[in-house]
């Protein structure tokens, strides 16, 4: 079974920083598409931040237009923990944050832009207030 395990969030003020881990167990972060989610009070889920990795294991990285430059994706295959960088943190950015992966088979694209067409599975989230 697939299981990813999210794990850093808290409370912060305004202008400060967290890391967030995924740690996945079944599944390989090596390959496919693996990103960030948040749901705030009252919202729906939006994409954060996204990672796909293409034909030639190149990166691409793609990030929602209220955290770019604040936010940084990145991960460790060797560890197979994905992470999310998050600077200048804002009021805003108060949420459950969910890590997300997509299916092995998976050719969806899995840009920012297309939400949660692409994922297949998710963690069960971690919360982020920044007051």
């Known amino acids: 079974d697939v299981q990813l395990v999210e794990s850093g969030g808290g409370s912060v003020q305004t202008g400060g920083s967290l890391r967030l881990s995924c740690a996945a167990s079944g599944y390989t972060y090596s390959r496919y598409c693996v990103g960030w989610f948040r749901q705030a009070p009252g919202k729906t889920r939006e994409a954060v931040a996204t990672f796909a990795t293409d034909i030639a294991s190149e990166g691409i990285l793609d990030y929602a237009d209220s955290v770019k430059g604040r936010f940084t994706i990145s991960k460790d295959n060797g560890k197979n923990t994905l992470y999310l960088q998050m600077n200048s943190l804002e009021l805003e950015d108060t949420a459950m944050y969910y890590c997300?992966?997509?299916?092995?088979?998976?050719?969806?694209?899995?840009?920012?832009?297309?939400?949660?067409?692409?994922?297949?599975?998710w963690g069960k989230g971690t919360q982020v207030t920044v007051s």
């Open positions: 997300a992966a997509s299916y092995p088979d998976s050719t969806r694209s899995c840009a920012v832009v297309a939400g949660e067409l692409w994922v297949g599975y």
